[in-house]
């Protein structure tokens, strides 16, 4: 589950790679190096269930370095068509509490343990956030809609991969209950926002076999 790095800082940061200067004469076969970690760090990245996650969470300074991380996104017109919203330990109950009625209101006969099941939601990963789209209605000569989702995107692949270096796992989650009023109501989401997904992160506690990659051939095509 954790790439082979040669050493990591608190902030997952490779040392003697990513800061080599470009002048040094072995600049590219330190370029080839870094290449072939990021290679790794890519093709070893899955996402991990919060059932599989457990503490010790990120640090205070490894979280700052996964949004900091989003933060690389490409981000066509400087929009920040994103944020996150964590949902910290003493907060965990309510979102469950919102877990278990969203449940309620779509099934009013749901049994015990499917209550239980859904409040256990919002227990589970060490660290819990909202991925928030930021889209509203586009304008002609505007940004569409799709480009901000593909800059949304970019951001959370980018906390994952970040997440995946530091040697944690993390994993998205979704559900019905995310697309409720209930949910928009406590995440007081604004006007034009949309709930995406949760992400996770945590220690791996429990791995999973990788799961296969489709073949480059199924996806690309020339014109």
Do not use: Y
């Amino acid at each position: 589950m954790q790439p082979n790095v040669r050493g990591t800082d608190d902030l997952g940061q490779v040392r003697g790679v990513a800061c080599r200067p470009a002048w040094r004469d072995d600049a590219a076969a330190a370029w080839t190096e870094t290449a072939a970690w990021a290679a790794e760090l890519l093709s070893t990245r899955c996402n991990v269930s919060p059932k599989r996650l457990g503490e010790p969470g990120p640090t205070a300074l490894q979280v700052q370095a996964l949004f900091e991380a989003a933060a690389t996104a490409p981000d066509h017109g400087l929009l920040q068509p994103w944020r996150f919203i964590v949902v910290p330990p003493q907060r965990r109950a309510d979102l469950g509490e919102v877990f278990m009625q969203a449940l309620i209101d779509r099934d009013p006969g749901a049994t015990p343990e499917q209550l239980q099941a859904a409040r256990e939601k919002a227990h589970r990963a060490p660290l819990l956030m909202l991925v928030v789209a930021r889209l509203g209605q586009s304008t002609p000569g505007g940004v569409p809609d799709i480009e901000k989702m593909v800059s949304v995107g970019a951001a959370v692949q980018n906390m994952l991969l970040m997440a995946h270096a530091m040697g944690l796992g993390a994993g998205l989650t979704s559900g019905q209950a995310l697309h409720t009023e209930r949910m928009a109501r406590f995440f007081g989401l604004q006007p034009g926002e949309q709930a995406v997904c949760f992400v996770n992160v945590g220690t791996v506690v429990k791995a999973k076999p990788a799961r296969l990659r489709p073949e480059v051939a199924s996806f690309v095509c020339s014109l």
